[in-house]
């Protein structure tokens, strides 16, 4: 039996390279257009490609959304991160916002995408809703744990919660307030929030 390992490579390989140019092209159009108004052809334009080459990776538009939510979700997964416990989650969403002022186009698809999915028929509405229970579920998991390790003051799940979201509704306000503005300082504004709301935490009622 040959030593020789098995490679990705010919045909296989350009697949994979085009699913990606196809999925990156479809990311900055809905960023920029919405899911409505970027069409399969366009976005075939933007990747270099036809519009039949296209369709050979994704029949649908609604499978192109999916493979971007993907592609999406796995660029932001640190935020959530298995190894993380108590307070150090919340101390490390600083870098997040870091991250979202080096990758401008991905915050712009999220905010976009987000918008767009209060409509009940928008097919991203789900991905949405459950990114969001999901993150959430996360945070109040994090800020119990570290009210019971003694690291903030004593707190319930409900306040917990509600301490959660209106955390997230500074993140999601100033994100947006910076794609509006660019002058706006998002990473200094919200680390100035982060370290005012720890404070709280620790210093309890």
């Given at each position: ?6 490679t ?5 390989r ?7 140019q196809?999925v ?36 649908r538009?609604?499978?192109l ?45 999220f ?16 991905f ?78």
């Open positions: 039996m040959s030593g020789v390992q098995p990705t490579r010919g045909p296989y350009t697949g994979i390279k085009r699913r990606q196809i990156a092209a479809a990311a900055e159009a809905f960023a920029a257009r919405g899911y409505d108004g970027a069409s399969l052809r366009q976005i075939a334009a933007d990747a270099g490609i036809s519009a039949a080459a296209l369709l050979r990776h994704f029949e538009k609604e499978d959304l999916a493979a971007v939510l993907e592609w999406w979700a796995g660029q932001t997964t640190a935020l959530t991160e298995e190894g993380e416990t108590g307070l150090a989650v919340f101390e490390r969403l600083g870098e997040v916002m870091r991250y979202h002022t080096r990758n401008r186009g991905l915050l712009e698809l905010v976009r995408l987000t918008g767009e999915a209060t409509h009940d028929d928008h097919p991203a509405r789900a949405i809703q459950n990114r969001y229970a999901d993150l959430v579920a996360t945070l109040v998991a994090r800020l119990v744990t570290a009210a019971d390790a003694g690291e903030v003051a004593p707190v319930t799940r409900s306040q917990a919660e509600a301490e959660v979201r209106y955390l997230c509704a500074v993140m999601d306000g100033l994100e947006i307030q910076w794609l509006l503005d660019p002058g706006v300082d998002l990473v200094g504004l919200f680390d100035q929030h982060l370290a005012a709301t720890l404070d709280r935490w620790k210093a309890g009622p």
